[in-house]
């Protein structure tokens, strides 16, 4: 194991035990939370009012010293109102750029599903080439840039569904879920006199994330399992239950999250069993389900079980050492 390897996991295991202190009983989410992270993605938290996704947008932006904004989507909101506007300054005769709220590094994005398409839309260039173009102007984003994003399933009413080229640019779809009894009562004790949050510390500065985003490219992913990849992708494609099936974008993602995962595993090379265990939260949001299989409510997730039942498993040795 290399230095860099040692130094992913330091980071790793620090950030999230910050997180923790905020976040209670959710390891795995905060693992994934990570993983995007360091795999330069963005991410979609879909899950029911009060489990704690704003304050985990809001932890994680604390804990790495980055700078920090929150965009409440609602219907009457337009592109300028995330990106930002010229507006004419009579002093200088010119007109001068004012950034909206998305000049950020960690943008939180709640609610994304009640906006429009057109704004939802606003999204779409800042979270593929980390630019906006205003009035054909293109202004370069902050690195790190992450965009987090929160919908609620269970609202419909005054919703917008999200377009598909745009489920498409977030590298995982997660779920927080409800705390467990014990962490319940956890959370109530914590928040006896104030909430955590208040008091988390900085534990890692912008420079070192971006040598951690630079760091988990060279991990070693090896032929097979590269064939493995692009095998689960291309076999939801001619799934008969599924309309559309994922990306090569998809492929890109898994490709780069289990990079992720294994360097925080502590390990410089890709095992299929981090494939296996990313494919739910990067392939399950980017599929389209054919109607008939809705109706006998067949979830993405059962899925992309089968998928990965039905492509065999590569064997081998996978460390390139």
Avoid at 112 to 130: C, D, G, H, V, Y
Avoid at 152 to 173: C, H, S, V, W
Avoid at 195 to 201: A, G, K, M, R, V
Avoid at 238 to 252: K, N
Wanted: glycine share 6%; with cysteine; aromatic share 6%.
């Amino acid at each position: 194991m290399n230095n860099s390897n040692i130094d992913v996991i330091a980071f790793s295991e620090k950030l999230i035990g910050n997180l923790e202190k905020v976040i209670v009983g959710k390891k795995q989410v905060l693992e994934n939370i990570v993983i995007a992270l360091l795999s330069q993605g963005h991410l979609l938290i879909d899950d029911v009012p009060g489990v704690g996704k704003t304050m985990l947008a809001k932890s994680l932006a604390k804990s790495i010293g980055c700078s920090f904004t929150r965009i409440q989507f609602t219907p009457d909101m337009l592109p300028s109102d995330i990106t930002g506007v010229s507006i004419f300054n009579q002093n200088t005769r010119e007109f001068e750029f004012r950034p909206g709220p998305l000049l950020s590094q960690i943008v939180l994005a709640d609610e994304i599903n009640r906006a429009t398409p057109k704004t939802q839309s606003a999204l779409l260039e800042a979270m593929e080439e980390r630019q906006i173009s205003v009035d054909g102007i293109t202004y370069i984003l902050p690195r790190p840039f992450m965009v987090l994003a929160t919908q609620n399933p269970i609202e419909y009413e005054g919703t917008f569904p999200l377009p598909e080229a745009q489920l498409d640019r977030f590298i995982m779809k997660i779920k927080i879920g409800y705390p467990g009894f014990n962490d319940e009562m956890e959370i109530l004790d914590l928040q006896k006199i104030q909430h955590p949050i208040d008091s988390l510390e900085i534990v890692s500065i912008e420079t070192e994330i971006l040598q951690m985003q630079d760091a988990i490219k060279e991990v070693y992913i090896s032929p097979a399992v590269k064939k493995y990849i692009v095998e689960l992708t291309r076999a939801t494609r001619v799934h008969p239950d599924v309309y559309l099936g994922v990306s090569p974008r998809a492929s890109l993602g898994l490709y780069r999250t289990s990079q992720a995962r294994a360097a925080t595993s502590g390990r410089d090379y890709v095992l299929p069993d981090d494939v296996k265990t990313l494919a739910r939260f990067v392939m399950g949001h980017r599929m389209i389900i054919q109607p008939a299989a809705r109706l006998r409510n067949l979830s993405s997730e059962q899925i992309i079980t089968e998928v990965i039942n039905s492509v065999s498993v590569p064997g081998g040795d996978f460390n390139p050492i």
